[in-house]
Every structure is written in C-alpha cells, then in structure tokens.
C-alpha cells in the first residue's frame, strides 16, 4: 500500500504510485472525491461532479492496470476541465446561465487525449461567463471561493476560475484551463499555482467554447512545473480538426527541464513597469530574480518597445471576435448575461472591420519590434499580477488584473507563472517567465530550475 494522500500528492507522484501498483485509481478518485464532497459547498469549484462516471472509470483503470493493460504512466490519474471543455452528453455552460441546458454533442480534442491517456475527468469546473473576464467572477453562475483566505472572500482568478481553485484546494491533483488574455496564469497567480499559457497551434482547441478565435489557447494548471510539463505533454499535438496546429511538431519539454539556468540570459522587466505594482509583490520579484542570478544566469534589462499597458489593443481583437460569437445573445436584454461580460460583448459591436484589421496588423509590426527587442534573451521575467488577489467586494469590473499578461497572447509568446512568495497576511504571490513562441521547454526549465531550489509552491492553503 502507498503511504501517500492523494488528495496531497502531485499527479506525478500519483502515476507513479498507481503504475507501482502501491495506490489503486479507485481509493484515489474516492480520496478526491470525499474531499470534494467536504469543500465543495464553500469553495463552489465545480459545475458538475461526476462521481459515477470517475468511480466507474476507476475501476476500470485498477482492473486494466492490474491485467497489464495500462495505456501508459498517467492512467488512473484524476483531472478536471474548465466548463468550456466538451464532453459529449453532458452539459457545457460556458460560464453562462444562458447556456445551462447546451449539452454537448461531441468530446473536445483535449479531452479526447486526457482519457485516452488513462486519465479520469473527476468533473466540470467553473468560469467566468465565456471566459471573458480576469478577476474570476460569474454573476449568475456564482464565483468560486479562493481558498487562501477562510475568512474575506477574494479573487480566485480568471477566467479559469473553478480549475484554480480546485486544483488549490487538493481537490484535483491538476487540471486544464484557458487562456486568451491571462485566463491559466491569473488563477494561477491567485491561488498559488503554476500554470503555462502555451503559444497559439500547441493545443487543438477543437471543441472548446472559443472567446477570440485568434488568441484562445488551453492550458495546464497545477502544483508543480513537473506537472504542468507532463500535463502539457499530454494535451499538445496537431490535429486535423484544428488548423491552427498544423505543421506544428509536438514538444517534448524533458531533454531540457532540469538543465538549470546557468547561461541563460533573462530580462528584467524596465523600471518603469515597476510603477503601480504592490511592494510585496515586486520584493518577491526582486527576490526572484537574485536567485535565478545566484543559480547561473544572467539578469539583463531589457528596454522594450512598448508599455504593457499599450497591449490593451489586443481589446479590440478580443472584442470583436466574442461579439461574433455571442453578439446575439448580447444583445438580447432578456438573456441572463453579466453586467460586466454582456458590456465587453457588445463593444465588439463598436470596432469596426477597418480597425480589427487595422489591429491585427499592428500586432504583426508589434511582434517584430518585441523580438528585436528581446533578440539574444531567453526569457523576459515579470509579476504575474500587480498584487495579491483582493477581496471580492474590491472587485472593479472595469480594471481588468491582465496587464503583465495580456502582452503574451497578443505576440503570440508563451509563458509560465508560478508562486515566488506571499504576503504577510498569507496570500500568493507570482512570477511570470515569458519566452518566444514555440519555446515553452524554456519556460519550463527556468520554472523547474526555480521550483528546484524553493517550497513556494509546496505551501498549503488553510482549508480542510
């Protein structure tokens, strides 16, 4: 028998328990499962459980396993999808209450690799309203709970707000989320996790409930860079269904991950971003980046082309694109859509197409100028968030936590975030290592080589 909790281990430790037959998938899932049963009623994570459907997949893993027909080292494993993810027959809101009776007729690509592999999709997790929006807020749908904090209910990030929290609470070793304009790393931020924004094409998006068509990528949240990177690895590759990865080969993040730092170039972010970022959150990236230093690498400033702010173009693509997707339903007063989400909806209807195409490119001359910017760099080092996540009655709908991580969609970059401290009250803190598109092993070395030699990532929050 295994001496491990799986409500407590990573899911690397879990595949390993389970492939070494010391843990069966059915005491896992049910682990899982009685603590989402404990949590859930507070935290508010998921949409939909699916105890049945995990317990009898459980079982079928122990037995496949136990008959030596494991399908490889992640089989038995439990995750969790973002309810933007479809799973033929069941229901896919979206986020929105508009949408509580859409059941899917299809499995999306991702899903379709993550029960391939073996894995169990323990249930549906929540989301801001078609993902549109930072703060991880749902006004019909309920926001979920940060679990950092038992006493002020605060921020989980968005828009994978319900994936953060589950994953934050042990109630999900890991799972998937998206991310269009910061959506994996904002809720990785809040609840003190690590989670990689991959470059647009890594990860078929066929089947998931798209936002902007030009910048919506999945990705994986969880405790670990050695999870995220086994995550990763799991759901990226072409597919026919998706164009977009076409000619695009799959990545193998091992040969570099635990290569170190030593030699590498990194940027720090110009002086002037400092500016508006809460002090404990720039001591922690100050921190940061001295102990990168002292492992090898070399902090270099960087002088870009453009303020993180100025990105805020990448509104106007964002907008236009989710209003051609839900403008109807936008505009129809009667539909139960949020405040806040139903007014970024419809001012896609105000970005005429001479300025979408006017944009786009602008983002094509912006792309160039960053890499001349960045030429001879391998990564360029940022908060995650200017703070901490606040309390959700601070919330300002109309100032979105996206300014360090917008810049990444729009240049078609990758990025990393992971816990680099906390504030004194206890609550995550967050670095971000963007790299070039296509270079997401990097991102995951630099992670794996920080994570190395810090326990961040290993504090717990104070629940159950």
């Known amino acids: 028998m295994s001496d491990i909790d799986p409500a407590f281990a990573s899911a690397a430790e879990l595949g390993r328990a389970i492939q070494a037959r010391t843990l069966s998938p059915v005491d896992a899932v049910d682990a899982l499962l009685g603590r989402i049963d404990r949590l859930e009623p507070k935290l508010q994570a998921f949409t939909e459980v699916l105890s049945a459907d995990a317990r009898l997949a459980a079982e079928g893993a122990d037995r496949a396993i136990r008959s030596g027909h494991g399908v490889g080292p992640l089989h038995g494993v439990p995750v969790v999808l973002k309810d933007l993810i479809d799973l033929e027959g ?265 300025d979408y195409l006017a944009t786009l490119h602008r983002r094509a001359a912006m792309k160039l100028h960053y890499a001349a910017a960045v030429e001879g760099i391998d990564a360029l080092l940022t908060p995650t968030t200017e703070c901490a996540a606040v309390a959700l009655a601070e919330v300002d709908e109309a100032h979105l936590p996206s300014r360090f991580t917008r810049f990444g969609n729009l240049l078609d970059l990758c990025g990393l975030s992971l816990p680099n401290g906390f504030t004194a009250t206890g609550l995550p803190l967050s670095l971000q290592i963007v790299c070039r598109g296509y270079d997401e092993a990097m991102a995951l070395r630099i992670g794996q080589a920080y994570q190395r030699v810090t326990d961040w990532h290993l504090r717990r929050p104070p629940i159950g």
């Open 90 to 354: 069941r229901i896919t809101m979206g986020g929105s209450a508009a949408h509580r009776a859409r059941r899917a007729a299809r499995t999306a690509t991702i899903a379709r690799r993550l029960i391939g592999q073996g894995m169990i999709v323990l249930g549906k997790t929540h989301t801001v309203e078609f993902a549109y929006g930072g703060w991880g807020t749902n006004q019909h749908l309920g926001t979920p709970r940060n679990p950092w904090d038992p006493e002020t209910p605060r921020t989980p990030g968005g828009s994978s707000s319900g994936t953060g929290v589950a994953v934050a609470a042990r109630m999900a070793p890991w799972g998937i989320g998206t991310d269009t304009g910061g959506s994996v790393r904002l809720p990785a931020a809040f609840c003190g996790l690590t989670g990689l924004k991959v470059t647009v094409g890594r990860v078929s998006t066929w089947g998931i409930v798209p936002l902007s068509t030009t910048l919506d990528t999945p990705g994986p949240l969880a405790r670990t860079v050695e999870d995220v990177a086994l995550l990763y690895e799991a759901i990226s590759g072409p597919d026919l269904r998706d164009p977009t990865t076409r000619g695009i080969a799959p990545d193998a993040p091992w040969p570099v991950l635990n290569r170190g730092v030593r030699g590498l170039r990194l940027g720090r972010m110009p002086a002037a971003e400092r500016e508006g970022v809460a002090a404990d959150m720039l001591a922690a990236y100050d921190a940061a980046l001295d102990l990168l230093a002292g492992q090898g690498a070399e902090i270099v400033d960087v002088a870009l082309p453009f303020r993180f702010s100025d990105c805020v173009a990448m509104s106007q693509i964002t907008n236009a694109e989710a209003y051609f997707v839900n403008g109807a339903l936008a505009e129809d007063p009667s539909a139960p859509l949020g405040d806040a989400v139903r007014a970024r909806i419809l001012a896609g209807a105000q970005v005429p197409a001479q």
